[in-house]
């Protein structure tokens, strides 16, 4: 198992080399760069103060000697200044993670809580109009953009209550705080929790057919203890994956969300970023995404050993 | 044990009818079929694949799976009680404790993700006021009782580090942990290597005795049966065909289906002998239960047949004493040995 982890470990260092190439060459390969926008909007300009700029910049310098320049910044924690507001890069990036990471967050939770319970109940009752119900919202989830879905939460808001709810960067009280991540976390969560309802659903179908299963109702268990403590324990595998890549999915959703919603998280700064083609901050952040996906990949395996000990004592 | 105690009935199956609902019709599964078991003694259910036995014994516990199943009449007395007439709670309070259950596939009937220990933990602390600590001990002292080795360290394992021989040696001792009145072994060996086989009935019928249990074997090896049991039912086709002895059964079977049975055992050569024998087959397949024959339900791969074998069904008579069989021919049989 040790070795196990170490390897994993060393998998992940080479991973996030190739997504850091990745991202420095196609940031690259994008025609124009922050220099060409700028000069592009003030019309005719002398090509010597475009050329100064882009030296100022270290955009002339070969594309190894700027990849080396950024990676090695990097590992000493410098991440460089941002083109638009001249701030370092960390200082722009850091206040804006945790609100996308509450989303986030708050977003899996209610997927995992929802979906679930729900796909449980779906799979024991299977066949019954409750059944049907369930398979009905699920489908609409998975089918539901989660831009449009928050834009119908808006409309809906305003025209029941009135008001909608307004990010508020220091919410007075905690259910203000609730309501500003609540809602969005639901728009963007309603299709994984949807996708887990289905997951868990089948996995627990099949699960139920097992001989185990009789084993455990011929000891005398009860009915929720056999679906909740036998089944849904041995079910659960395949739903930790998909929520484990939901998780990389949801930063794609919150882009929109936070957009429609108004919400200062990096998902939205990502895009204002390509936009300018503001290279450090496009490609830290997109950095660090890339680790975050990695490390819930990490923790979803370790997840599958602590659950399964086929897994664990295997190797 | 007492001559008095040796008589007394743990099991009364009293006209057991089993029927599942399905696509292509309506079948019996199990059609009026009646036995009864004594502490501490073994009776065999014997028959084809299909035929009702595992149907009748899930029957018994009522864990046929509804839908499509459901048991439609008859009664299952349990030491005086009715199980069919219990409440889902009460009938828990049943399953694991008064009556266990052990199955055919020991790789796939214990739950992977639970430790062998925590297993027959559960079935302990279902049905008996104690502490987990307490259960432990008895979950070790189970394993013990069913001869595995290094019981406290296996306790702690995972069935998937067991072999199939230990998982049914673990089956047996959760089935047994609080002492069952009956124990039902739904074809317990089949899946097993031939020398683990008899190593594991031994085992059964050993701790059968010790506990008084009484134990319904399900099997279609008479080999087996020849071994282990007092009685036998032979099944065909949801019905109950033929009773006896475990001697008068095998010196004069009365049911031709009982015959072919015996006669497609293969019989060991020995080393060096030449056999031209080939091994008998009965004729022909087990009929579709949802479209069965008028008559007997053999009749059609029965070389005895006779027209009225194929118009009426035959009764379940005393041929001989304490030897029924549902065969119109089957008085012409006994006669004939």
């Known amino acids: 198992m040790f070795a196990y982890i170490v390897r994993r470990l060393f998998l992940m260092l080479v991973t996030l080399f190739g997504i850091s190439v990745i991202i420095f060459v196609l940031l690259r390969v994008v025609p124009g760069n922050i220099v060409d926008i700028l000069f592009d909007a003030a019309g005719f300009v002398d090509p010597a103060d475009k050329a100064n700029l882009e030296r100022e910049l270290g955009l002339s310098q070969p594309i190894v000697v700027q990849y080396l320049h950024w990676i090695g910044g990097l590992l000493r924690g410098d991440l460089g200044y941002s083109y638009v507001s001249e701030k370092p890069a960390l200082e722009e990036i850091l206040p804006r993670i945790p609100i996308t990471a509450r989303l986030a967050g708050l977003a899996l939770l209610f997927s995992a809580s929802i979906g679930i319970p729900l796909g449980v109940i779906s799979a024991v009752h299977q066949g019954s109009k409750l059944d049907y119900a369930l398979r009905v919202v699920s489908l609409s989830g998975l089918s539901l953009p989660s831009f449009w879905l928050g834009l119908l939460i808006l409309m809906a808001s305003v025209s029941l209550f009135g008001t909608m709810p307004i990010f508020n960067p220091n919410p007075k009280t905690w259910l203000e705080a609730l309501t500003i991540y609540a809602v969005p976390a639901m728009a963007v969560g309603f299709r994984s929790a949807a996708l887990t309802m289905r997951i868990t659903r089948s996995s627990m179908l099949e699960i139920l057919r097992q001989d185990y299963i009789r084993t455990a109702r011929a000891k005398g268990a009860s009915e929720a203890s056999v679906n909740y403590h036998h089944a849904l324990k041995n079910a659960v595998l395949p739903v930790i994956t998909v929520i484990g890549i939901e998780a990389a999915f949801l930063i794609g959703g919150l882009i929109v969300t936070e957009t429609v919603f108004n919400i200062p998280g990096i998902a939205r700064f990502l895009v204002e970023a390509l936009r300018w083609r503001d290279y450090p901050i496009v490609q830290n952040l997109v950095m660090f995404i890339a680790v975050v996906v990695v490390v819930v990949n990490f923790v979803v395996d370790m997840l599958y050993a602590a659950i399964d000990p086929r897994i664990r004592f295997g190797d | ?337």
């Open chain 2, 1 to 337: 044990m007492s001559e008095a105690k040796t008589a007394e009935t743990v099991l009364d199956v009293r006209n057991l009818q089993t029927v599942f609902f399905t696509n292509s019709g309506l079948f019996r599964a199990v059609d009026d079929v009646s036995f009864s078991v004594r502490r501490g003694e073994t009776l065999a259910i014997v028959g084809e694949s299909g035929c009702g036995k595992s149907v009748s014994a899930l029957s018994i516990v009522r864990l046929v799976p509804d839908p499509p199943g459901r048991i439609v009449g008859g009664s299952v007395t349990l030491e005086g009680t009715d199980l069919l007439k219990l409440d889902d709670a009460a009938m828990r309070a049943v399953r694991g404790n008064r009556i266990s259950m052990i199955f055919q596939e020991p790789m796939t009937s214990l739950n992977p993700v639970m430790r062998i220990g925590d297993q027959i933990v559960e079935a302990v602390r279902l049905h008996q006021k104690v502490s987990s600590k307490e259960a432990w001990k008895q979950a070790v002292d189970m394993l013990r009782l069913v001869r595995i080795p290094e019981p406290e360290r296996r306790a702690q394992e995972y069935p998937h580090q067991l072999s199939g021989g230990m998982r049914q040696r673990a089956m047996i001792a959760m089935a047994l942990a609080c002492r069952p009145a009956l124990l039902i072994a739904d074809e317990p060996t089949t899946a097993l290597d031939v020398t683990i086989q008899a190593q594991i009935l031994a085992l059964i019928v050993d701790l059968q005795q010790r506990l008084g249990t009484g134990l319904i074997l399900i099997t279609h090896d008479l080999g087996v049966v020849a071994q282990t049991a007092q009685r036998v039912i032979v099944m065909y086709a949801g019905k109950k065909v033929e009773e006896a002895t475990v001697e008068s059964l095998f010196e004069t079977p009365l049911h031709p289906y009982t015959r072919g049975l015996m006669a497609s055992m293969p019989a060991v050569i020995a080393l060096g002998a030449k056999s031209d024998a080939r091994l008998a087959e009965i004729p022909g397949m087990v009929p579709s239960l949802t479209n069965l024959p008028p008559g007997c339900a053999f009749a059609p791969r029965c070389k005895l047949a006779v027209d009225r074998c194929r118009q009426e069904y035959p009764p379940l008579d005393e041929v001989k004493p304490n030897h029924w069989a549902a065969c119109w021919r089957a008085g012409e049989m006994a006669e004939a040995s």
